[in-house]
């Protein structure tokens, strides 16, 4: 019997190719399922990954705000101190983080927070086989962490002239607000404002975004106007706001001049000073109430050197000539001698050295030979033998002495030249007085119920009001020079008259005044002249000024609303820009570290 072995054949060959079929759907479905796990666990790493600097940042943001709130305080809210270093943890339900602030410089803290976070479920015993390049991506671990550190500063908050929160309503007549530098000489005269050197940053700015949120009306804005995001600001026919050289021949809104940007960040004024703190005590101090300038006016052989008080003039120098018969000794530089003849009658005596006589003579001739002494010069001697005169004879000429005329003598002038120096020496003479204050300001905290009455500062002082600051008649407050205070007012309402605080410094950031949420309004009477700061969040501040007259503010204003009545110069000191320590802590700089 024959067997056909073709068809076996062909069974065999539909077995291997179909067993080829099945294996390489095989390697498909196992590369793919790979694959897929792959892509899972990458996009799981990835989400906890980023997951961890979103924590690490979230630490940031807390230690941020630790600072800004409780600076004077960092142990607060449970922060773990160590030396200059504080410390916080936080477990959440995704993860942890520690974030540590590191305060060596008060200026400049650095915050440096590590997130911790463990991956999902689908990382436990999975180590991928990595089929693609996934460059930068790390092996999975049992915990993900990542940390960041940034470095931090504190700016300042008088940025502007005038900032509200709300509305500020510019009416009276004779408003304006410009600026000047009280540290520039350039731009100030004895750090006083000077209307020859005035500057154009006389800014006022609201957090609002209303329409109309800052009415200039006719008051000259010498500066830009801030408004909140929408918001607008309207100005009167008379009005103005843009440069002095703009408003030279213009009214109304210099273009670029009106933004819709402000966005103020407000401080918190609570009192960082407790009732332990002392009240200021009474009693006498002796104040610097004059200085006079006394010149006198000095000439001197010698160049003068520096006084040992008081300011010398320019030294004037005036040289003259000095003859004199006696040789000086020692001998002076310079020094020349000058010989000449003097001719007496009488004949001094002693008889001066190189005396000649003078005589008076006369021609004569006799046929005697002259006895001598008794002639000048040379005698002549005539023999005539012949001619008319033969008989005469020998006879002598000679100029016979008649008497004595006078006598001649060197004398000898020495000659030198000499030099006088004038000067003025100037001494400043202070005029002290000793006045009786019912409240002394020096170093350190002060906690009182009140201000009534007279107060003086003399040193760096701050003082927590709990009942608010008013002033009424015969209350005042005396910066003296190298004084400063920083006032934290609690109460309602808050009352200054413009003569209630003479800042003798002349800086206004030498007089700030922190008000507490609970105040709601703070009035400024303007019968004289005001240097200072006032921060009133929640405070609408009426500013009236009284009469006729121009009443100036020197400073800035941070409140809730502003309404301006009367006659008020508005000017804002640039020097408080660059105070630094009383703005919020901003970051200045972030990296993300090992």
């Given amino acids: 019997m024959k067997i056909n072995n073709s068809l076996r054949n062909e069974t065999a060959s539909a077995l291997i190719v179909t067993l080829f079929i099945m294996t390489l759907l095989a390697v498909s479905v196992a590369g793919y399922l790979t694959y897929v796990n792959q892509q899972s666990l990458l996009g799981a790493r990835s989400q906890t990954w980023n997951l961890a600097l979103g924590l690490s940042e979230a630490g940031v943001e807390e230690a941020l705000q630790h600072l800004n709130v409780n600076y004077a305080n960092l142990n607060a809210d449970s922060w773990t101190p160590n030396g200059t270093t504080y410390t916080m943890e936080r477990t959440l339900t995704n993860g942890s983080y520690t974030v540590v602030i590191e305060n060596s410089n008060p200026n400049a803290p650095v915050i440096t927070s590590r997130a911790f976070v463990t991956p999902p479920s689908i990382f436990?015993?999975?180590?991928?086989?990595?089929?693609?390049?996934a460059v930068g991506v790390p092996q999975p671990t049992a915990t993900i962490n990542r940390a960041v550190r940034v470095t931090t500063s504190r700016g300042s908050l008088f940025l502007a002239a005038m900032v509200a929160k709300h509305g500020i309503d510019l009416r009276g007549n004779g408003v304006s607000s410009d600026s000047f530098d009280s540290q520039d000489p350039t731009k100030s005269t004895n750090g006083r404002p000077d209307p020859a050197k005035v500057q154009d940053h006389g800014d006022i700015a609201s957090n609002d975004g209303i329409v109309s949120t800052v009415s200039v009306q006719n008051a000259n804005i010498y500066g830009r106007v801030f408004t909140g995001p929408g918001g607008t600001a309207t100005v009167g026919s008379q009005g103005g706001v843009g440069t002095h050289a703009w408003q030279t021949s213009n009214n109304g809104l210099q273009p670029g001049y009106v933004l819709d940007t402000a966005n103020f960040t407000f401080p918190n004024t609570t009192s960082p000073i407790n009732s332990t703190a002392p009240p200021p005590p009474a009693g006498d101090v002796l104040t610097l109430t004059g200085l006079a300038t006394n010149s006198t006016t000095f000439s001197s052989t010698t160049y003068p050197g520096a006084p040992s008080a008081g300011v010398m003039s320019p030294v004037t120098t005036n040289t003259t000539t000095v003859s004199t018969s006696i040789y000086p000794s020692p001998v002076p530089p310079g020094l020349t001698t000058n010989t000449a003849n003097i001719t007496v009658a009488s004949l001094?005596?002693?008889?001066?050295?190189?005396?000649?006589?003078?005589?008076?003579?006369?021609?004569t001739s006799l046929k005697t030979y002259p006895v001598a002494g008794t002639y000048l010069g040379s005698v002549t001697t005539n023999i005539v033998t012949s001619g008319p005169q033969s008989g005469r004879g020998t006879w002598y000429i000679y100029n016979l002495i008649t008497g004595i005329t006078s006598y001649t003598y060197p004398v000898q002038t020495y000659s030198y030249p000499t030099s006088v120096y004038t000067y003025s020496v100037y001494l400043t003479t202070p005029t002290y007085t000793t006045n009786h204050y019912d409240h002394i300001i020096g170093?350190?905290?002060?906690?009182?119920?009140?201000?009534?009455?007279?107060?003086?500062?003399?040193?760096?002082g701050r003082i927590s009001l709990p009942n608010g600051l008013s002033m009424g008649s015969g209350d005042g407050i005396t910066i003296a020079p190298g004084g400063s205070i920083v006032v934290y007012s609690g109460g309602n309402s808050i009352t200054i008259g413009?003569?209630?605080?003479?800042?003798?410094?002349?800086?206004?950031?030498?007089?700030?005044?922190?008000?507490a949420d609970t105040v709601t309004s703070f009035t400024l009477n303007g019968n004289g002249e005001f240097t200072g700061v006032l921060v009133a969040p929640n405070a609408a501040v009426t500013m009236n000024g009284g009469g006729n007259s121009d009443q100036d503010f020197t400073g800035a204003l941070m409140v809730s609303s502003v309404r301006m009545n009367g006659h008020f110069k508005f000017h804002y000191d640039e020097a408080l820009g660059r105070m630094g320590g009383n703005g919020r802590f901003l970051i200045t700089s972030w990296a993300e570290v090992d």
């Avoid at 436990?124 to 390049?133: D, E, I, L, R």
């Fill in 498 to 515: 413009g003569n209630g605080v003479m800042n003798g410094n002349g800086f206004a950031g030498n007089f700030i005044v922190y008000c």
């Fill in 348 to 363: 001094p005596s002693p008889a001066p050295t190189g005396t000649s006589t003078n005589y008076a003579t006369l021609s």
């Fill in 124 to 133: 436990a015993g999975n180590a991928p086989t990595v089929m693609f390049a």
């Fill in 443 to 460: 170093n350190g905290d002060y906690y009182a119920t009140s201000l009534s009455g007279t107060t003086i500062v003399t040193g760096t």
